[in-house]
């Protein structure tokens, strides 16, 4: 860069030499366009509301679609019936009413003795199983656990509150058709002139349905509850967490911070983010082939469950956990450095702190995308019908969205509510996620 | 334009017209000693070579300022100084830089002993996102300066204090120093860095981002660390070069021009590059 000599550029020269003329037509080329460019940036926005306008009817559609279709399903249907739970039914062959002679006396003859007298003139096996179909087997449970609380009310006129079957509750909700012909629905017309019966009793009442929160999975829709997958999902993604964001945060301060730039890392950055968009069933191949027949886990268990779904999840973690140590400013970097910081210190004292908002943003839609993950748990085996709780990450369970897939496939007819109303669950566990990292990243957004 | 001719053109300009040893020489003369000193230092960047065979001495309790125009590689210099070149993957330094004596890019020396011994003050004030004691309080801490907790904050408070900064903040120690004002944190991060009692600072454009009362300050400051500490101060200000220092050095296309006491290097330079360029007709 020699000096340059002062007269190389002269600004009054040129303007002299070339301004007035332009700038006059200048005015008038500007307006002339002034109106196109401005509708082109109408027309952009129309685009956009549009496309949000789209999106939203989606959605709006969506969660109508379902909240319609799964609210019924959050009450329940009972009868209360009174019933008298004769001495000798539960009272073992000392005469004692005792917790085990309560877990093994059948509970069902005084519900059907209750039934028979609420209609004395129902005679015939045939006629009476029809009768006794109204009730839910639950009912049996209800009355047991009622007894086993309270032994003292044996002998007793006691008022249980017994579930009905789906059936009926389908019918109380009005979900029966009762116009159409008595071979097309499942309820014939005695049973409902029976059910009316109870109604205009004023027996059959409806309820909040804490069966469904409480229970695992049944093939009885009215005993059928979330409470089994709910718990299977939080042992598999506790699972997740515990491996994927300790695993994904190493492996993501690995690659930023000392890794060497050179092929080997950049093949090692492709394959991450390649992994990033395999389909999730290629995990649930790869867990079926590794982690079941090769290291022996247990089908079905939570534990192998969240070990595909931290293969799964990594690459998110990664990806994101590396964009945070990125967005670290160098400045914070160099300052460290500058009073004598090692690179681990400089690391763990700022810029760790400093990128953690985002690696736990990247973990908690990394955990939510897991959380909504089905297909590669049907390779593992977490697609069983499970009606036990599940008690630790070596049991059999499965999680939520399966779940969901299972009721959806059920052909029972109160699983469509059921289905929806799981889905209910699901989508708010996500919602409050999604919330959660939204309003970490708020709160925690560039602090420097 | 013809960069590479006038490279050549620099260096024996900058042979011919600086003899070692004389006045106005990079060098101190022979019953002097030198703080840091660097012979045939190079830095490349990949391919470009970003400094070229830099010889300078910077004498103890001076304030040395590196000037030149934009890219000239005195900001590159300066980090050769604490090795924070040592960052960046494809920078590369030859030659030897001494502190008191010692080759600082030898394999035995430790990088962070370095570090606390060649502090830095950035162009940009960067304090960390804590609170003002921690700011000062993080180098002593991870050293083990202090041994307890009084004698931590005596450390921080004299920090303050030379820093000029106390009566400013001493009611606010716990807020976050990224709360404080353009040039209270540029103090702030002098008294970060004189915190772990070094012997050189570096202090790369450390009022370019700061208002003329700010800048006033910091002089001032620069001034009265000189008694304790020897600065390397890169600016682009030659007003401030003037001002603060007592020798410059002027740098050109990661050559070392010409170096020389700030007096004679502002009244009668050597150079011709040296005149173009404290005169402003060009940089």
Redesign the interface.
Known sequence: ????SPKAYDPAATVAAEGPTVSRNITDVVNAGLAARYRAEKRFRAYGIIAILIALSMLATLFATIIAKGYPAFTTTVLELPVTVERELVANAQGEVTPESIAFANFATPLRAALDAQFPDVEGRAEKRQLYAILSDGATFALQAMIRENPELVGREVIVEAPVSSDFDLLYKGQIDIALPESQRRVNDRQVAWFQALQDRGLVDSEFNTILFTNGDSRQPELAGIWGAVVGSFYTLMVTLALSFPIGVAAAVYLEEFA??NKWTDLIEVNINNLAAVPSIVFGLLGLAVFLQLFGLPRSAPLVGGLVLTLMTLPTIIIASRAALKSV?P????????????KL?MIT??VLP?AMPGMLTGTIIGMAQALGETAPLLMIGMVAFVVDIPGGPMDPATVLPVQIFLWADSPERAFVARTSAAIMVLLAFLVVMNAAAVLLRKKFER?? | ?N?QA?AAQVQTDAAAAAPQGTAGSPLVGPGEKAKVSARKANVYYGDKHAIKDVALDIKQNEVTAFIG?SGCGKSTFLRCL?R?ND?I?SARVTGTITLDGDDIYDRRVDV?????RV????Q?P????KSIFENIA??PR??GIARHKDELEEIVMTSLERAGLLAEVKDRLDQPG?GLSGGQQQRL?IA??I??SPEVILMDEPCSALDPIATAKIEELIDELRQNYTIVIVTHSMQQAARVSQRTAFFH?GNLVECGDTEQIFTNPQHRLTQ?YITG??G
């Not at chain 1, 860069?1 to 340059?4: E, G, K, L, N, T």
């Not at chain 2, 502090?119 to 950035?122: I, R």
């Open positions: 860069m020699a000096p340059r060497p730039k400013p400045s914070i970097r160099e300052a460290a450095l500058g009073v004598g910081a090692s210190q004292h700022h400093l602090r420097w | 334009m960069s006038t125009p604490n924070m960052t993957d962070v002993q370095l570090r606390a502090g830095m003050v950035f940009k960067n304090p960390f996102p993080y180098g991870i050293h990224t991060c970060r860095a915190a772990v296309l173009g007709r060009f």
